[in-house]
């Protein structure tokens, strides 16, 4: 029974021929792990992260060509298969009904390496401002507690879904437990920390028509604050001017001497910057927006008092993001 104390074996290289397997391996073994979790009558919890689909692929031979297009096609069939491996596996324990599916990704496509990459019509990939960086699928099943084929608008981060996954397993207070401060007796270590997840539970099951969330902070790699949204509404202070290649990953993001605005919701592809006539016009109507923008950057930055980052990116500085926010203007 996992008690926090596992430790990281080494199984050997990923080679490039492994590659083509790893997938296999992976979820056999944590098939294995649900299986003797039944058996034993203990309840259990399973992240699964394939390596379908992020570069590079290569697939085994016999599943070479099932796509009828080309071999990240065919590593897309093969991640199907797998999923379709842990939900038959509770559909033959019978145990569909008592179990959260959630399936998801961690940042969008990373188009700069098509073919072998995947596509979608937001602007931007991944490692830029860009909601095409930012977007992902999420989906999340479980019978009896949330309504089938539904969909939301809500705004929901990643973060949101382990307080959201520990209140649907009974402790709806672990945000404020954690943040008051907790003893794990198996690791004898004490846990004081602020979480910035929201849970969103009662908007999965119907309970509540919005989210809790209403903001979402665009961090990039050095982090830099290059924008927020909060509600409809993005401002973006630092911008990705790379349209493509690998150059996204190679030049700098270029700070905003006036940010720009995008309604996500008339505009959900930003594409107004390029398109229209009358942006600027539009833009300088709606300065306003930066008022409220403040107060949701100060609030967050005001957690870092009590809790600091314990990881740091190369140029994380908080009184640089203020200053951003403070002096839209100021770079």
Known sequence: MPDGTQKIEDTGPLT????????DETSDRAIAFIKEQQAAGKPWFVWWNGTRMHFRTHVKPELRGISGQDEYADGMVEHDMHIGKFVKLLDDLRIAD???????????????????????????????????????PAMVRWPGHIKPAQWSNEIVHHMDWFPT???AAGDANVKEELKAGVHNDAM????????????????????????????????????????????????????????????????????MRVPFVFNLRRDPYERATITSNSYYEWLLDRAYLLVPAQAYVAKFLATFQEFPPRQKAASFSLDKVMEQMSNPGAH
Do not use: C
Request: no cysteine; net charge negative; charged share 25%.
């Open 188 to 255: 004898n270590r004490d846990y004081k920390v602020h979480l910035d997840g929201y849970n969103i539970l009662p908007l999965l099951t119907g309970e509540a028509a919005e989210s809790p969330r209403k903001e979402v902070f665009y961090f990039s790699d050095d982090g830099d604050l290059t924008a927020l949204r909060y509600g409809d509404w993005k401002i973006l202070f630092m911008e990705q001017p790379v349209a493509g290649t690998f150059r996204v990953w190679q030049q700098p993001f270029v700070p």
């Open 165 to 167: 996954f520990l209140a």
């Open 16 to 23: 490039k021929k492994r590659m083509e397997t790893v997938d």
């Open 98 to 136: 008592n179990t959260i599916v959630f399936y998801s990704t961690d940042n969008g496509p990373h188009m700069n390496t098509w073919p072998d990459a995947g596509w979608n019509p937001f602007r931007g990939e991944k490692n830029t401002n860009w909601e095409g960086g930012w977007r992902v």
